[in-house]
């Protein structure tokens, strides 16, 4: 398989990305997708939706036998209404509104987080951060940080398993919803077959960190990421509505 120059720098993108969600279990999209989408727009959101998924699928059978997949239930079960409701939202209202909203709601999530305002990790909680995942997964391309503010007090590897257990059903009914309302092609396969080798390779590379590194607290970097997540979705509903 042969790689043009810009193929090859959208390879170490994808590693790099990888690298960062499977250490902590969100931020490929978040880090991967506005650098792609510079380099070739076919990448958004289709190969980087599934290459994510991908990621989830080989985590998960890492890691099935040590899952607590009850307690993760909850969440799963609500990312399918909450998809359904923002693939309504993006038909109803304009998508800066949502990313407004949405990006302020984030912000402030991350401050009360560091208010020291944490949510226990319950059925009740873990239903609406699934739900609301669904909603701004959908919406805005960004749904792993209302699950992962949920997780913060957690250990790194529970985080990380938990979410990607989350992601591997998430993410295809978010995909479906969009489908069902005419919102989002899946192309550009050829795209996801090139860049799936920077998966595992990403995914190797964080196996390898784990034995370089004994720090298991992944709170600092959750609450980057969310941050981070919060402004990109912020600048979406500025610019949304600078064009509109």
Request: net charge positive.
């Amino acid at each position: 398989m042969l790689y043009s120059p810009d193929e090859l720098l959208a390879l170490l993108i994808v590693t790099g990305g990888i690298v960062v969600q499977a250490w902590v279990g969100i931020g490929f999209g978040l880090l991967a997708a506005p650098l792609l989408y510079l380099i070739e727009p076919a990448y958004v959101p289709g190969p980087v939706l599934v290459l994510g998924w991908m990621l989830s699928i080989v985590v998960v059978l890492k890691q099935r036998h040590s899952l607590n997949w009850r307690r993760v239930l909850p969440a799963i079960v609500a990312r399918l209404p909450g998809s359904w409701c923002g693939a309504l939202l993006l038909v109803s209202i304009a998508p800066w509104q949502l990313s407004l909203f949405f990006g302020t709601a984030l912000l402030l999530a991350v401050w009360l987080s560091l208010r020291r305002y944490a949510l226990a990790l319950t059925p009740f909680s873990l239903t609406v951060a699934g739900f609301l995942s669904g909603v701004l997964g959908t919406t805005t391309s960004v749904g792993g940080p209302p699950m992962a503010l949920l997780y913060q007090h957690e250990s790194r590897l529970t985080t990380r398993n938990e979410i990607a257990a989350f992601f591997l059903i998430g993410t295809p009914l978010s995909v479906l919803m969009l489908l069902l309302n005419g919102g989002l092609e899946l192309l550009a396969p050829s795209l996801i077959l090139k860049m799936t080798p920077g998966v595992l390779l990403g995914f190797w590379l964080s196996r390898r960190l784990e034995g370089a590194f004994l720090n298991d607290n992944v709170r600092p970097a959750i609450l980057l990421i969310s941050a981070l997540s919060a402004l990109v979705v912020l600048w979406q509903g500025v610019t949304g509505g600078l064009n509109g």
